[in-house]
């Protein structure tokens, strides 16, 4: 059975409340009590069985390879770019973003083992995230993962369509994790980015490739002084 995210709650409640105002509106649309309780439960029952779908929150086999770095979300590779990242890291990276639909897993994992830290939420604007402006310019939480032969910014972006970005753990401390862990959640539609120093990796992703996050391997690390 797929798990699902105890946050789908108050998404369930609304879809309640939703059928029932549905109900109310077709009965004072002239339809009989027992006609409009069946279309308001429907419609109910359609919102909240969206939710929870959306919610889901499946597990996934992690490569137990520590030199494959997996993708942080599901979703489909929007872009990989080479950019200069100077609020955090303060060098010349490789910028992994996935695109998330309203149909894919909206739980963030951990890209490497390491120390998680919360760096905060910016806010900004909220342009979609298909365009290249939106990692810079729109709202996100931050966080930066560092891990034993490579670091990761990883950015949560809000678009015009996500309300909330969530980060799973402590806010003031870092936390370690392990590859593949849990740390976040983009609710309804959004972007993750991720940032690594250029020279630590390969990329072995391209454009338009679908991702799983946790699951899909998007680089690896460069081989240095004859380690693997």
């Not at 390491?114 to 966080?143: C, D, V, W």
Request: glycine content about 12%; charged content about 25%.
């Amino acid at each position: 059975m797929i798990k699902v995210r105890a946050e789908v709650w108050p998404f369930l409640a609304l879809g309640a409340a939703l059928g029932g105002a549905v109900a109310l509106a077709v009965r004072w649309g002239g339809t009989g009590w027992g006609r409009a309780a069946w279309i308001g439960a429907g419609a109910g029952a359609v919102v909240c069985a969206y939710m929870l779908y959306f919610f889901r929150d499946p597990d996934r086999l992690i490569p137990g390879n520590p030199a494959m770095i997996v993708a942080g979300a599901d979703g489909r590779i929007a872009g990989i770019t080479r950019v200069r990242e100077d609020r955090f890291l303060r060098e010349e990276t490789v910028r992994i973003s996935v695109f998330l639909s309203l149909f894919d897993v909206h739980v963030n994992r951990a890209p490497i083992a390491g120390t998680s830290t919360f760096l905060g939420y910016f806010p900004g604007r909220r342009f979609f995230t298909f365009r290249e402006k939106s990692s810079t310019m729109n709202q996100h939480n931050a966080i930066l993962l560092e891990g034993e032969r490579t670091r990761c910014l990883v950015t949560q972006i809000v678009g015009p369509v996500c309300r909330r970005v969530a980060y799973f753990l402590d806010h003031d401390q870092g936390v370690r994790v392990r590859k593949g862990d849990r740390i976040g959640m983009m609710k309804f539609g959004s972007r993750l980015d991720m940032y690594f120093p250029k020279d630590d990796i390969e990329v072995v992703v391209k454009k338009g490739d679908v991702v799983r996050a946790g699951q899909t391997v998007v680089a690896r690390l460069r081989q240095r002084e004859g380690r693997p």
